[in-house]
């Protein structure tokens, strides 16, 4: 095999984009040596979440700057593509959200799409150039729905559902089915349409701690943020949880807990 083609997807697959909220802050506050460390601790854990989170062999991921790519390894079945993404973000959500009092909250926002994407963490240009690349309409797509959402979370690009469906409609109603992915009124940011209707991760935890957890440190930013916008991303947030609590709509299981 050549070795551009190490690393490499190429076609219609499904697509993840997370960003990094606040980032722009973040490197203005920070020392260079601060802005690697919180790198290097992010990149940890979302590695380690690979391993030791899920119960079926995880997704690839490429970080650069704010932005999580997350997206399917070659040798996954049809049904790993999908259940592999979704069930790594939710695990990521629930692990960023629901955190111990001495981990930083780092908050994302994400999308996945469906359709073209190519992926190769080492291109080969030349003999003596190689550059990660991410190219496609997926990635694009993903991009577009993720900055128009105005809370902490993933959800699916509405315009990729029936591609997504198309692809493998058994492993998208398997996590539906275990509430995975819940339909939801996904907050608008800077739109006539508050509330458009979607799949959102359902990263909420059945245990009455987890779930406390996660609305303490959401309002916890909600009451120190300083600008009103960014106030509505967190009760916007907080009324998620909320709606998953009242309802009962528990995922089948969270791994991170290790109920399986």
Partial sequence: MNKHLINEIKGDYPFACVDILGYKNRTKALSLDELL???SN??????????????????????ILDTLFVYPKNEHTTQL???????????????????PNNREFVPLRGAISFGEIFVNTNYEINRSLTVPLVLGKAVIKGYEWETCQNWIGISIDPNSIEGLKSFDSRSFNK?????????WGVPMKNCKIKTIETYAINFIDSLDWGMRR????ICQQEQSAEKEEVKEKYKN????????????????????????
């Fill in 37 to 39: 460390k919180f790198h």
């Fill in 42 to 63: 992010f990149i940890t854990m979302t590695d380690i979440l690979k391993y030791f989170s899920i119960k079926i062999d995880p997704p690839n991921f490429l970080n």
């Fill in 175 to 183: 996590l539906e089915q275990d509430k995975y992915i819940i339909k």
């Fill in 214 to 217: 996660s609305l303490d440190v």
């Fill in 237 to 260: 947030t907080r009324e998620f949880i909320k709606y998953i609590y009242d309802t009962r709509k528990f995922p089948k299981v969270i791994e991170i807990n290790s109920r399986e």
């Fill in 81 to 99: 593509k999908v259940t592999s993404i979704i069930r790594y973000l939710a695990n990521l959500l629930h692990h960023t959200i629901s955190i």
